[in-house]
């Protein structure tokens, strides 16, 4: 590809998310306005709040919909190796991974306030095990 080209395509591509961010603006303020009347400037805010969460979100099931169609199979890990095991477990369930995450920097800041806790848990935690 020429590089003139591929300065046109991204000029393009810029110029096509700046006018999507015009309209979406413009749209929340259309919202807003006519709603104010109807349910006052909070209820209005919430509604336009809410609306936007709605249209990411769908956008964002879409995507995830999209890019798990076009996902390859990659081989199994192998049983001991443990960071290949988790990048398995991110890339097969990415919102488990977030979840997962959110609970980790939970128990790092519960470690940080109480130490004593924390031990008590990660303690708890390795005593478990799996019954076979």
């Known amino acids: 590809m020429k590089p003139g080209r591929l300065l046109l395509a991204v000029c393009g591509a810029a110029a096509l998310a700046a006018a999507s961010g ?3 603006v413009a749209l929340c303020l259309a919202l807003f306005a006519v709603l104010e009347p109807v349910i006052g400037p909070a209820g209005a805010a919430a509604a336009v709040a809410a609306a936007c969460l709605v249209v990411l979100a769908s956008a964002g099931l879409t995507l995830l919909l999209v890019s798990a169609g076009r996902a390859r199979r990659a081989p199994p890990p192998e049983p001991g190796d443990l960071g ?4 398995d477990l991110a890339s097969r369930r990415p919102l488990f991974t ?4 959110a609970a980790a920097a939970a128990l790092g800041v519960a470690a940080v306030r109480n130490p004593r806790m924390a031990s008590g848990l990660v303690s708890f935690v390795l005593g478990l095990r799996r019954p076979r």
């Open 98 to 101: 977030l979840f997962a995450a």
């Open 84 to 87: 290949a095991s988790l990048i």
């Open 22 to 24: 015009v309209l979406v």
